[in-house]
């Protein structure tokens, strides 16, 4: 297993880098955890806060059922043991942006116990990351600290809104394979619907135990990278800190277990706090709520009702349309890509429409920073796009063009391939006619070619093709050629 | 179980509760007086006995996912000292 991990060459000798990662997923609810209070992104300040979410004296926390029933399929969704008890408890910390002075959380009992995330890494490599465990909480309050030259202000839109904890066993080895894992459980839960994934607006955060060690040998001391909002940002900064541990212990240092922060705009990491500071939560059972129990009958109608998942996605789209596992995972990463590409594929040669989605209009609307949601082309005209080439009506050629068109005008294929008479030309007689001209205009080049000069076939093709506007068929030019200048 | 002066001290921390020096022997001796108390529960064997956490016989109450409360900032800052806007205040705290 490690050897397929990601190897940092030291001038000692190998290391290996061992990562588990912390998830952060804010759940997907109308209303918070523990209160009736909403959960929209981007409200007014304080807009959003109830007096059970402010820790005013005497407010009792009352469970949100939604909020149960998102954390018990994102777990299913991971094929993860469900907990029919659990119990809710208080981790105790003093901070300006958490009222009750103690985040209710689950710690001995969680909800989800372990659990297993695919991966597949850009060689191909597939590889099952364990998951420990999935717990509910409370997420905090948002402080600000450029509002005020001496103060912090606190907005608590945020505070008591539900959060799924994730957290992976140590069991990944590169930056990559913590993309990938992020990535994956990310897409999972967007299938689900139980967290919209959005990392800019902190719906997934992710902390990082990064720690390095001789290949076989026990675990080293690890580091933890807390609160990174973006996949990109997560594999830089296990890569630097990787290196910067391996670099501490070669020159005779020892790595301290400590909090550390990455920067974005340097791509560092740097100590947040050390161990001496760390929180000593004082966790204890939570006495305003009794333990969760779930209804063994309703957890299997959840499991009943789940969508189909990424991993079953792939698997249907390699089977039903012939796809490559990359390919197959590249359209099924978002559930509307995949519902984009089995509407334009219906029908048609699967492995075409993919080549078409991924490199053609993906790369498009990755050059003007779009989404498939705003594609100037719909599935069914992309198949109508598919639908030509396959029937000969236009070549492979040619379609790239008729495609730069469909997206300028959003036209349907059919309609510009009428209107600029881009129909391919598949008459023999009419493209002898065009060879025929060539071979009259270039009569030096026919004795050399004749004469041995074999690599002057191509520049005939190119010409005949010049010649017929690019629309001839290239297989019926290369025979005819073929015929004419060999026969 | 016995509590020694640098327990208590580092108890007080965590609580945020300023204890002066010379009043820590005193609050050693009186949460060791209660935990002995307490500890009078260990005369029990308690092996074969689940963990009581439910004394009502009920089931955790839930709500449905519905909004029905917030959209009144005014009452949730009536009682902050010298809130900002709309919102509360604090010293400045930066990690």
């Not at chain 1, 060689?123 to 948002?142: F, P, S």
């Not at chain 1, 400590?258 to 990491?269: K, M």
């Amino acid at each position: 297993m490690s050897a397929d991990g990601m190897i940092i060459q030291g001038r000692t000798g190998d290391w290996e880098v061992v990562i588990g990662l912390e998830v952060h997923a804010q759940v997907m609810s109308a209303a918070k955890l523990f209160s009736g209070a909403a959960t929209a992104f981007g409200a007014p300040p304080n807009s959003q806060v109830s007096l059970v979410d402010a820790a005013m004296p005497g407010m009792l926390p009352v469970i949100n059922r939604t909020c149960v029933e998102q954390a018990v399929r994102t777990g299913l969704g991971i094929n993860a043991a469900i907990n029919m008890t659990s119990v809710f408890d208080r981790k105790n910390y003093f901070y300006a942006d958490l009222p009750q002075g103690y985040q209710i959380s689950q710690y001995t009992q969680p909800i989800v116990g372990e659990g297993e995330i695919e991966i597949v890494l850009a060689d191909g490599r597939r590889k099952n990351i364990g998951v420990e465990r999935l717990h509910l909480e409370q997420d905090a309050g948002k402080l600000m600290h450029d509002q005020h030259p001496s103060k912090s202000v606190v907005d608590l839109n945020r505070a008591g809104v539900a959060l799924m904890e994730i957290v992976s066993k140590p069991d990944l080895r590169s930056p990559e394979e913590a993309g990938a894992y992020v990535t994956k459980l990310r897409s999972i839960m967007r299938y689900l619907g139980t967290c919209d994934g959005n990392m800019e607006q902190g719906s997934l955060r992710a902390d990082a135990n990064v720690s390095v060690r001789r290949p076989g040998d026990p675990l080293g001391t690890r580091c933890e990278i807390k609160n990174v909002n973006s996949i990109r940002f997560l594999m830089q900064a296990i890569d630097y800190e990787a290196r910067r541990q391996v670099e501490v212990i070669e020159d005779g240092g020892e790595i301290d277990q400590e909090t550390r922060l990455f920067d974005a705009n340097n791509g560092t990491t740097r100590t947040m706090r050390s161990k001496e500071d760390a929180h000593d939560y004082r966790y204890f059972p939570d006495p305003d709520l009794l333990p969760l129990v779930l209804d063994p009958a309703e957890v299997e109608a959840l499991r009943a009702a789940l969508p189909e998942l990424p991993d079953a996605k792939k698997d249907r789209l390699m089977a039903d349309y012939g796809l490559s596992e990359i390919d197959a995972t590249i359209l099924t990463e978002e559930r509307e890509t995949a519902a984009f590409y089995e509407t334009a594929a219906a029908g048609r040669d699967g492995k075409t429409v993919a080549n078409w989605l991924i490199s053609e209009l993906f790369g498009l609307l990755n050059k003007t920073g779009r989404g498939l949601a705003d594609s100037p082309i719909t599935p069914e005209a992309l198949g109508g796009l598919v639908d030509l080439i396959g029937d000969g009506t236009i070549s492979g050629r040619i379609a790239k063009d008729v495609f730069a068109e469909m997206v300028e005008t959003g036209q349907a294929a059919d309609a510009i391939v009428a209107e600029k008479g881009l129909k391919q030309v598949s008459d023999s007689g009419e493209i002898a006619g065009l060879i025929d001209g060539v071979i009259a205009d270039n009569a030096d080049k026919v004795a050399e070619y004749q004469g041995g000069k074999d690599k002057l076939f191509g520049f005939f093709v190119g010409q005949v093709m010049k010649k017929s506007g690019g629309k001839a068929n290239p297989q019926m030019v290369n025979q005819l050629l073929r015929e004419k200048l060999d026969g | 179980m016995s509590l020694d002066k640098a327990t208590v001290r580092e108890i007080a921390r965590l609580a945020r509760i300023d204890v002066p020096d010379q009043g820590l022997d005193a609050m050693v001796g009186d949460l060791n007086g209660i935990l002995a108390w307490v500890e009078a529960l260990n005369e029990l064997d308690t092996a074969a006995v689940e963990p009581l956490a439910n004394v009502t016989g009920h089931d955790l109450p839930a709500r449905a996912d519905t909004v029905t409360d917030g959209d009144d900032a005014a009452r949730v800052l009536a009682n902050a000292p010298d809130p900002i806007d709309s919102f509360f205040a604090v010293p400045k705290v930066v990690e």
